[in-house]
């Protein structure tokens, strides 16, 4: 029963099957993902539910907590700090982190190695 814009969580699940709609709360999911192709988006501990309407399926995600990764894997603050040890601008920091698989000081080290060879 709807009382002052509130509805009951059982009657609004009648309500979306009475509409063909499916939910479904997914009680493990511990890290969600997003890649484009310049940045990664991850949300640790979100909330994910699946929403089905004629056959095809929505994942709804909310909460948690949200932190964008630069290309290479590592975070805007590693290409910033290693930009920075190593003299450099932050895309040689950037392509430096994608070679050494994120580990910030063996992209330092790269990175000094090229300028004194």
Do not use: F, H
Not at 28 to 54: C, F, G, L, S
Not at 65 to 86: F, H, M, P, W, Y
């Amino acid at each position: 029963m709807m009382r002052r814009g509130k509805i009951n969580p059982r009657e609004a699940n009648r309500m979306m099957q009475r509409m063909g709609m499916q939910v479904q709360q997914l009680d493990e999911v511990t890290k969600v993902i997003m890649e484009t192709p310049t940045k990664r988006i991850v949300i640790d501990n979100p909330e994910v539910a699946t929403v089905t309407v004629q056959g095809q399926t929505v994942y709804q995600v909310g909460g948690g907590t949200t932190r964008e990764e630069g290309i290479g894997g590592g975070s805007n603050e590693d290409v910033k700090l290693v930009a920075s040890q190593a003299g450099v601008s932050a895309d040689e920091a950037a392509n430096a982190l994608r070679q050494s698989n994120g580990d910030l000081a063996q992209a330092i080290i790269l990175l000094k190695q090229k300028r004194n060879p």
